[in-house]
């Protein structure tokens, strides 16, 4: 009887890990990829989820440039094409031209998609931070900055000499636990100029909008909200108290004399 518990156990393990390890991941993230629509008409050299493909094999293996993963293009092209799934790899000038045209919005699926099977595995139960919820820790993070290169959506920096910094942020989450070094991300959301007048404006608007779709993929999860200082204003709690989620927000003496 025990001999056959074991073995039960130890089949459950394997099926598990079938769906939990790094070829089920890049098998789900390449079909992701395949259902975006490529905005490019004619004929290609490079498919877009090959070229999607690479720039996520590029962060996946650390590469601190793409001109640094073209040089891993050609130094092992078969690597990469085996592991990655890739029939044609693009050269870095091809990745910046064809990446440039997508949304970062038809990227968000894909998020839901590797997020099931941790759901389907129990491995998201170890991450329950108290009281059955789950600790999202939200914070801001620049992605881009240049003086020279800039689009509709980018925020504007002037200094005091009068030059203009164009930058873009984002707001990124993160399931976290104490207890553990892994993070389970969650879909960015990006901040842009026509989100308000002022700098905070427009963090705040694009938080409201994250908390929107946080709830509408997951309409029944607790989450317990962990923000800096920054976060510590009524509009934001009313909106984190509108959808339902805890929060623990940070304080500083001179901004919360009240708190």
């Known amino acids: 009887m025990k ?5 039960t156990a130890r089949n459950e393990k394997i099926r598990l890990r079938k769906h939990l390890n790094a070829d089920a991941l890049f098998a789900t993230i390449r079909a992701g ?38 040089e891993r293009r050609f130094a092992e092209p078969h690597n990469l094409k085996t592991i990655y799934g ?34 389907r595995g129990k491995v998201l139960e170890k991450m329950v931070f108290m009281e059955d919820s789950y600790l999202l820790n939200l914070d801001g993070t620049g992605y881009f900055s240049s003086k020279t290169l800039y689009s509709d959506a980018c925020m504007e920096k002037v200094s ?9 942020h984002a707001v990124g989450a993160a399931l976290v636990h104490p207890d553990f070094k892994e993070v389970i991300p969650l879909c960015p959301e990006i901040i842009r100029k026509q989100d308000g007048e002022t700098k905070m404006d427009c ?7 994250m908390l929107g779709k946080l709830r509408q993929d997951h309409p029944h999860m607790k989450f317990i909200v962990n923000e800096d200082a920054l976060a510590s204003n009524a509009p ?18 001179g901004d919360h004399k009240f708190l």
């Open 236 to 253: 934001h709690i009313e909106d984190l108290e509108q959808y339902d989620i805890r929060y623990i927000l940070g304080v500083k003496d």
């Open 203 to 209: 963090e705040r608007n694009a938080i409201r909008r």
């Open 160 to 168: 005091a000499n009068g030059e203009v910094t164009y930058y873009l």
């Open 33 to 70: 990829f395949k259902k975006i629509k490529d905005h490019r008409p004619g004929t290609v050299q490079h498919s877009l989820a090959d070229t999607l493909m690479a720039g996520f094999a590029m962060f996946s293996l650390k590469d601190p440039s793409l001109l640094a993963f073209d």
């Open 3 to 7: 001999t056959r518990k074991r073995e």
């Open 86 to 119: 890739m029939g044609t790899i693009p050269c870095d000038t091809s990745m910046r031209e064809i990446l440039d045209g997508v949304s970062p919005d038809s990227l968000r699926p894909l998020y839901k998609d590797v997020f099931r099977p941790l759901q």
